[in-house]
């Protein structure tokens, strides 16, 4: 892997968003700091909408104002454009 590829973020914390996202989680920094000891999910989501399209929700919610993100329900993953750390998910059919 080229190291302009790992700039923004490690490939296994853009796996585990998309892989979540699919699997209908709704997200936090938070929950990504606990699971995979990540702290990018704002940038890896940016890149998600803006560079690969997906159509990904988000609000900011309860006392603390932490945003929460998760993917349009509905989305048909046949049609999602994936990173390259995550094409394996495209291919699997189920984000489990």
């Given amino acids: 892997m080229l190291r302009e590829d ?3 973020s490690n490939p296994s914390q ?6 979540s996202l699919l699997a209908g989680r709704t997200l936090t920094t ?3 700091i606990r699971e995979v000891n990540g702290w990018r999910l704002a940038a890896i989501i940016h890149a998600l909408i803006h560079e690969f399209g997906w159509p990904i929700r988000s609000e ?3 006392k603390d ?3 929460h993100y ?8 046949t049609r999602l454009k ?3 750390s995550a094409k ?4 699997e059919g189920d984000a489990a």
């Fill in 65 to 67: 104002n932490i945003k």
């Fill in 82 to 84: 994936f990173p390259r």
């Fill in 14 to 19: 853009r796996f585990w968003v998309c892989q």
């Fill in 30 to 32: 938070k929950t990504e």
């Fill in 88 to 91: 394996a998910l495209a291919q």
């Fill in 6 to 8: 790992r700039f923004y």
């Fill in 70 to 77: 998760w993917l349009t329900p509905g989305t048909d993953r």
């Fill in 60 to 62: 900011y919610r309860g």
